[in-house]
């Protein structure tokens, strides 16, 4: 789980992303706000998998999240490779 500091940074950003876009689904935003607080390289995005350890959450949730916010267009979603179920998330340039 993330630091406190960290976390409450993550719930500040995330209300105002709520407030900012209401048709998103509350987990959709979470990871739409992990993935922008990510240090990971853009072109690279982050694991779904590791952002369901980071987060706390099923990695079923992130998956339906990521495939909402593909949809919308605020990322990408590739596969991450071999078997794994993960997905590897990149956020979209205008986001």
Avoid: Y
Wanted: a negative charge.
């Amino acid at each position: 789980m993330p630091e406190l500091p960290e976390l409450i940074e993550l719930q500040r950003q995330w209300e105002a992303l709520q407030l900012e876009h209401p048709q998103l689904d509350p987990v959709a935003a979470l990871v739409l706000v992990a993935l922008r607080q990510s240090d990971a390289p853009s072109a690279c995005g982050v694991s779904s998998a590791l952002l369901s350890r980071h987060l706390g959450l099923e990695h079923a949730l992130i998956r339906r999240a990521a495939a909402e916010l593909e949809a919308g267009g605020w990322v990408t979603a590739r596969p991450a490779g071999g078997a794994s179920p993960a997905l590897r998330l990149i956020l979209t340039p205008t986001c």
